[in-house]
T-cell receptor
Framework: IAGITQAPTSQILAAGRRMTLRCTQD?????MYWYRQDLGLGLRLIHY?????TTGKGEVPDGYSVSRANTDDFPLTLASAVPSQTSVYFC?????WGSGNEQFFGPGTRLTVL | DQQVKQNSPSLSVQEGRISILNCDYT??????FLWYKKYPAEGPTFLIS?????DKNEDGRFTVFLNKSAKHLSLHIVPSQPGDSAVYFC??????????FGSGTKLNVKP
């Protein structure tokens, strides 16, 4: 594989269920990010990790958690999904943390919470 | 409140003509600006960027202009091609490397 992969491609989930969105990159990038894209709002940062072992909160972190046990994987967990978390989720990575570093995006996961 | 705004949700241009996509921002601490292009069912892909120390950056048919006093960014595509039809997002980065994206402009280049 080359780049960033996300799984699943799409998912329909009942409210209250737990869900983990997977993200894997093979570029050995240090920094990784999770965004959600909603109509009329663009992409909003949920959580980020500037290097393996560290994570931080973005613009809209509530209801989500992340972990970064190694360089390649950055899963996003919804502990108890709610309908407002219906969105398209994009994982991204950049070689280094810091302004000026281009972010590369995965293909996205479309999540519907009923 | 959104810190990066793209006020035109869509733009239609004839092939061969210039496409101008606009973006405004509110945070004077932003120091790096980017444009991303997104096709349906794909993730955004990087197009072009500009640092706050410059007012213009050019890459082939794509030129980004930055007007810091007006807090305004624009992307010019000349000449426009049908393959340029996509959603374009502008983004701004603060010194914590957090990116803030606009809501996107859907460009349609008509053959």
């Amino acid at each position: 594989i080359a780049g960033i992969t996300q799984a699943p491609t799409s998912q329909i989930l009942a409210a209250g269920r737990r869900m983990t969105l997977r993200c894997t990159q093979d570029m050995r990038h240090n920094a990784m990010y999770w965004y959600r894209q909603d109509l009329g709002l663009g992409l909003r940062l949920i959580h980020y990790s500037n290097t393996a072992g560290t994570t931080g909160k973005g613009e809209v972190p509530d209801g989500y958690s992340v972990s970064r046990a190694n360089t390649d994987d950055f899963p996003l967990t919804l502990a108890s999904a709610v309908p407002s978390q219906t969105s398209v989720y994009f994982c991204a990575s950049s070689k280094f943390w810091g302004s000026g570093n281009e972010q590369f995006f995965g293909p996205g996961t479309r999540l519907t919470v009923l | 409140d959104q810190q990066v705004k793209q006020n035109s949700p869509s733009l239609s241009v004839q092939e061969g003509r210039i496409s101008i996509l606009n973006c405004d921002y509110t945070n004077s601490m932003f120091d790096y600006f980017l444009w991303y292009k997104k096709y349906p069912a794909e993730g955004p892909t990087f197009l072009i960027s500009i640092s706050s120390i410059k007012d213009k950056n050019e890459d082939g048919r794509f030129t980004v202009f930055l007007n810091k006093s007006a807090k305004h960014l624009s992307l010019h595509i000349v000449p426009s091609q049908p393959g340029d039809s996509a959603v374009y997002f502008c983004a701004a980065a603060d010194n914590f490397n957090k990116f803030y994206f606009g809501s996107g402009t859907k460009l349609n280049v008509k053959p």
